[in-house]
């Protein structure tokens, strides 16, 4: 089958030009988004960007996030609420308001507008968490920041989003139904994490066969994702849940031990490359323009704005734009947003590619910019 030579390409172009950008200084991570671009559609041709190698991409961000939440520290994530609350709200006030005023001088009418203006205010840190993992600062205040902010801006951007939509896009929206989705999301969710996980994973710690508690954990990473998608959350939020609920259990060890080498072995490296498997050149230089500009644009406006609101919660000057670099990836979440908006029609087509290029050149920024800011030591974190 075409599928496993793909597969096989894939891994070992990845695994190559993640050793190449180490030796260059940078995050093994760029490397490994970059090599997308060169076997795909866009240079080489080799893998073709499809629905296959996309669940199987789909697949390797679940157990990113699934891997980052057994990683995370649940006091250190709840003591920095307030500052997450402020950057998910910087972060998306300012991508919101400034990609809005944007579009309406390129000629925009206000739901199309409005539309970008939500896709920059999208933020996805499964690049940045990767990062930060080969950097050894997925455990720093920063990182829990970082990550609380990640879920809260998704809340926020799917609301506003229904919201867009119930105006724009489908009549049939319902926004209170939206809102109360999400709210049953996080109250069953959490409610399960904290009673139910550690009860099952004990339970089937004790079943007499193999590997009885690394399956149990991805079947509750997977139902998680699952459920979180159903209730109009990303599945990347109910994977990370998953992981933080059974870090709290004495199988954390375990189930970290053996997940990652399942994860970092196949899936990732497919998610990594499959990002620059969405590129290609064609017709680019017609809107180079309009890709240089609201490249800047992302960037700036999820640096500035998440940044501040870190500042203004206690954050030293350093800390707040290393917080800042780490919410500018937009990710998959906003190539779901172009997609909703294509088929919406609040996104005009000819901007479509332009979007995912803009996306894709945001994504590849963050790792070598997150090297950069961690990499200056002197200045210590100043959190209150």
């Not at 990845?14 to 795909?40: C, D, M, N, W, Y």
């Not at 920041?145 to 801006?153: E, N, R, Y």
């Not at 994702?225 to 060890?253: D, K, P």
């Amino acid at each position: 089958m075409q599928i496993l030579i793909q597969l096989a390409v894939i891994i070992i172009s990845t695994k190559l030009a993640g050793h190449v950008s180490v030796r260059f200084g940078q995050p093994a991570v760029l490397g490994e988004l970059l090599v997308g671009i060169l076997i795909g559609p866009a240079l080489l041709g080799w893998v073709p960007d499809s629905d296959i190698i996309h669940t199987f991409s789909e697949l390797g961000v679940i157990l990113l996030m699934f891997i980052a939440g057994l990683e995370t520290d649940l006091i250190a994530l709840k003591n920095s609420a307030k500052s997450s609350s402020a950057v998910a709200i910087g972060g998306v006030i300012f991508p919101l308001g400034l990609g809005f005023f944007t579009g309406t001088l390129l000629g925009m009418d206000t739901a199309h507008a409005v539309f970008l203006g939500l896709i920059l205010s999208a933020t996805s840190v499964s690049i940045s968490v990767q990062t930060l993992k080969e950097l050894g600062k997925l455990q720093t205040k920063e990182s829990m920041t970082l990550l609380g902010a990640a879920v809260l801006d998704d809340v926020i951007v799917i609301i506003l989003l229904a919201f867009a939509m119930s105006f724009f896009g489908d009549a049939d929206t319902n926004i209170l139904l939206v809102i109360g989705e999400k709210g049953l999301f996080f109250a069953s969710i959490l409610l399960v994490a904290w009673k139910g996980v550690p009860l099952l994973m004990r339970l089937c710690g004790r079943l007499k066969v193999t590997e009885s508690v690394i399956s149990v954990a991805l079947v509750l990473c997977l139902i998680f994702s699952w459920y979180a998608e159903l209730l109009g959350v990303a599945g990347i939020i109910g994977a990370f849940i998953a992981g933080t609920a059974i870090g709290q259990t004495n199988f954390r060890e375990t189930v970290e031990r053996k997940i990652e080498p399942l994860a970092y072995s196949i899936f990732v490296p497919v998610f990594f490359a499959s990002i620059g498997l969405k590129v290609t050149f064609s017709g680019i230089f017609d809107q180079i323009w309009f890709i240089i500009g609201i490249t800047v644009l992302a960037i700036l406006t999820k640096f500035v704005g998440s940044g501040l609101g870190a500042w203004m919660t206690g954050f030293s000057f350093l800390s707040s734009m290393r917080i800042g670099s780490g919410m500018i990836s937009r990710g998959e979440v906003a190539l779901i947003l172009a997609s909703i908006g294509i088929e919406a029609y609040v996104l005009q087509p000819k901007y479509f590619t332009p979007l995912i290029i803009i996306v894709i050149l945001t994504t590849l920024i963050t790792p070598p910019l997150l090297k950069i800011l961690f990499g200056r030591e002197g200045e210590q974190i100043n959190a209150k």
